[in-house]
């Protein structure tokens, strides 16, 4: 049996995570010592390190929850679970898009300063027409 601590160090989780996610039904709740102490098996460290994953691939916690109670039903078709990681993958690449958008609008600010005076930096003038550069930019993301 693990406690909570152990349970935090070999899943890189924080111990404040583990019982948030005992308290919304991601994680079960775990036996408990005579003096109350959080107390967890090989299944639950199982199912953190699994929730631990999904989340470091950027899965919502209610999709987690969703593989998670479809995991429970070993004979249903992977079809559903397909698309949750097809949707993720979608989210992905969206913010990927916004990113490559990001370090263009950057790289071509940076390229523009001339180095001069505050009063002339570009980037800071880039900066104050924000909602310019966003529109001009949005289409090639």
Not at 37 to 57: E, K, M, P, T, V
Not at 119 to 140: F, I, M, N, T
């Amino acid at each position: 049996m693990l406690s909570i601590g152990t349970m935090a160090k070999r899943t890189g989780s924080k111990v404040q995570t583990i019982r948030y996610y005992e308290e919304i039904g991601l994680m079960p709740a775990p036996e408990r010592t005579e003096g109350g102490q959080r107390r967890y098996d090989q299944a639950a460290l199982d199912r953190l390190s699994f929730i631990r994953h999904a989340r470091d691939l950027g899965f919502s916690l209610g999709a987690i929850r969703e593989l998670i109670d479809l995991s429970d039903t070993p004979d249903h078709a992977c079809a559903h679970i397909d698309a949750i990681a097809h949707k993720q993958l979608k989210a992905v690449e969206a913010k990927l898009r916004r990113l490559r958008a990001l370090q263009t609008e950057l790289k071509r600010m940076i390229s523009e300063c001339s180095g001069g005076t505050v009063a002339e930096c570009r980037v800071l003038e880039v900066l104050r027409d924000h909602g310019e550069c966003l529109s001009d930019h949005s289409a090639e993301a």
